[in-house]
Structure formats: C-alpha cells, structure tokens
C-alpha cells in the first residue's frame, strides 16, 4: 500500500466518520501538512496522519508540532497505519490508532476528544480560508458565495424557480454552526 492509497482511505473514513468537511495534503502556516483532517458539528476537527512504515512514524515524532502537541491542528488526532506497524504504547499522549487490515480501516486505539488549542484552531482557520480561496481563484468571476449556493445554481438552471420541495438556503439549519452535544 503506497502512501497516497492510505491518504484515499482516510478521506473515506472521515466521511464515514460523519465529517462533512474533508480537506487532504493542504499546507497549514504552522508548516504542517495534515494527510487527512475533517470537520464535524461545532467546528470539531479530526486530523488523519497516514504512515506506511515504521521509519516514517519514528520521523513524525521530530516534527515542531508533534514535540509541542499545542501547535498541532485536529481535535482528534489518528495515525492510520498498516496493521501492527505501530503499538499504541507508542503514540503520542491523546492520539488515536487506525489500522489498515483486511481492505478495512479498524480502531485500534481511541484518540482524545480535545486536544486541539487556540492555537490550533486558528491554524486550522488559517487551512480553510486558505483552500477556500484556491476555490475563489478559480471559480471568478462569480463570487464564491454565489458558487457555493447550489440552489442559486438550481434556481438559474429553472429559470428563477426552486425546484418544488426545496425552501431558501436562507431558512436551513447549518449544523457546523450549531453546537454538538454528543462531542
């Protein structure tokens, strides 16, 4: 299994995962990379790091955000490795463990629910405005607010109506804005 296929995996996972944002391989300013990170209810992050073999691991420990965790994006934080790669005695503190085995991703160790600081999160903003104007960039010269409203889109394509069934985007719920009681 490459890297790259375990990337595919999980950015599959974090959908299953009931993460409705999911961004993979997209720099932060902090200098990380996550391989994989989503956002569920009430901004609450879920970062993926994919390693295909123990040098790889052993390398991850060395980098500035892992030796001072509070620089770190995700509130939970996974490794997703091949099976019995790594130990969870071996993870950092709060980290989860993920294995690839059998054509299925398995937890095999739970992560933290709150391991992410202030810090973090304004990398993590810092991550989705910076990818939210990569999609800017190229979708002009609509705004990417009129881009992003399907149901603009599907009120051009009938000639100004809604399709019957559907209300405003104005009267729906945004559940990434509500707070989550089950976090």
């Known amino acids: ?20 944002v999911v961004l993979s ?20 992050s879920v970062l993926v790091e994919c390693k295909v073999t123990r040098a790889d691991f052993l390398a991850d420990r060395a980098k500035p955000f892992r ?14 490795v091949p099976a019995a790669l790594v130990r969870h005695e071996e993870l950092p503190i709060g980290w989860g463990l993920l294995e690839y085995r059998n054509g299925k991703i398995q937890t095999a160790h739970s992560s933290a629910k709150d391991l992410r600081s202030a810090t973090g999160f304004r990398y993590e903003m810092n991550l989705l405005l ?28 009938n000639r100004g109506t809604l399709p019957e069934g559907l209300g405003a985007a104005e009267e729906e719920a945004n559940v990434f804005l509500e707070p989550d009681v089950t976090c």
Not at 25 to 44: F, L, N, T
């Open 67 to 80: 030796v001072k965790p509070a620089d770190g994006v995700g509130c939970e934080r996974f490794y997703l």
């Open 130 to 157: 910076a990818s939210l104007r990569r999609v800017e960039v190229r979708v002009e010269p609509q705004s990417i607010t009129d881009f992003l409203k399907w149901k603009n889109r599907m009120a051009e394509y």
């Open 25 to 44: 391989e997209q720099a932060c300013v902090s200098g990380e990379m996550p391989d994989a990170i989503g956002w569920k209810r009430a901004c609450h």
């Open 1 to 20: 299994m490459t890297h790259g296929q375990l990337v595919e995996k999980a950015v599959h996972w974090l959908r299953r995962y009931r993460c409705g």
